[in-house]
């Protein structure tokens, strides 16, 4: 008899086994995530409208603000998903779109164009 198994979930670990911390970690994610996006937004916007911070050391700042910005809206969204809902699947499809905006995120801001 062979093996045909397949994947088609992978399992989670939770954070908290109890309603009151899933909901205290829902809403830690999303403070933190609110304030890193306002920052990060701040960051991109500053630099974009001021001619003065047009230097390399802005420009990389820039490209951290944008990498940073990717990274957050990729993995974060879920974590609070799976804390709010009481989830701990993520199906196949999910995690390989995750993992592939997570890295393209990441090395967007490493290819020259």
């Not at 701040?42 to 047009?54: F, P, Q, R």
């Given at each position: ?7 088609s ?66 993995t ?33 801001q490493?290819?020259?164009?």
């Amino acid at each position: 008899m062979s093996n045909s198994s397949s994947i088609s979930h992978f399992l989670l670990l939770a954070l908290a086994d109890t309603r009151q911390l899933q909901l205290l970690h829902f809403c830690l994610f999303l403070g933190i995530s609110l304030a890193a996006l306002l920052g990060n937004g701040l960051i991109i916007s500053a630099v974009a409208c001021s001619h003065l911070l047009h230097t390399p050391m802005f420009f990389f700042l820039l490209n951290l603000a944008v990498t940073d910005l990717g990274s957050i809206c990729t993995t974060v969204p879920k974590a609070m998903h799976n804390s709010l809902w009481d989830t701990r699947t993520i199906s196949y499809k999910g995690c390989a779109a995750q993992v592939f905006f997570c890295l393209s995120s990441f090395l967007d801001q490493r290819l020259p164009s």
